[in-house]
């Protein structure tokens, strides 16, 4: 009798154990799913954030920042003169270009953020 009532409370620890690890394993599914949706969230900020600044910083709205456009806007938000803001867009715009074309556009700094 006691051996039959052990095996039976092993049965149930067994099948409890199952299905714990059933449970977690749909809980590792949800918080995967969870978090996926948050980062694409926090992507799409990014992107609109992106936007937004290179909208404000593009004056001709072609779509490309070039290094007077930059320059220009340092100038403006950081109430710098010519030749102080022309230095800061250098400096920076050297370090920006990657590809050496001159100018960045939102894409550029979309593609930058999800590599990081």
């Known amino acids: 009798m006691k051996?039959?009532?052990?095996?039976?409370?092993?049965?149930?620890?067994?099948?409890?154990?199952?299905?714990?690890?059933?449970?977690?394993?749909?809980?590792?599914?949800?918080?995967?799913?969870?978090?996926?949706?948050?980062?694409?969230?926090?992507?799409?900020?990014?992107?609109?954030?992106?936007?937004?600044v290179f909208s404000k910083i593009d004056s001709d709205k072609?779509?490309?920042?070039?290094?007077?456009?930059?320059?220009?806007n340092y100038a403006f938000t950081f109430d710098l003169g010519h030749d102080d803001s022309e230095s800061w867009a250098h400096a920076d715009f050297d370090q920006i270009d990657k590809d050496g074309n001159g100018f960045k556009t939102a894409n550029d700094e979309y593609c930058g953020v999800i590599d990081d």
């Open 3 to 52: 051996l039959m009532k052990r095996k039976k409370k092993k049965k149930r620890k067994k099948k409890k154990k199952i299905f714990l690890e059933e449970v977690k394993k749909k809980n590792t599914f949800i918080q995967k799913k969870i978090l996926m949706l948050i980062v694409a969230h926090a992507l799409k900020q990014d992107a609109e954030d992106i936007h937004h």
């Open 62 to 72: 072609n779509g490309k920042v070039d290094i007077d456009e930059l320059a220009n």
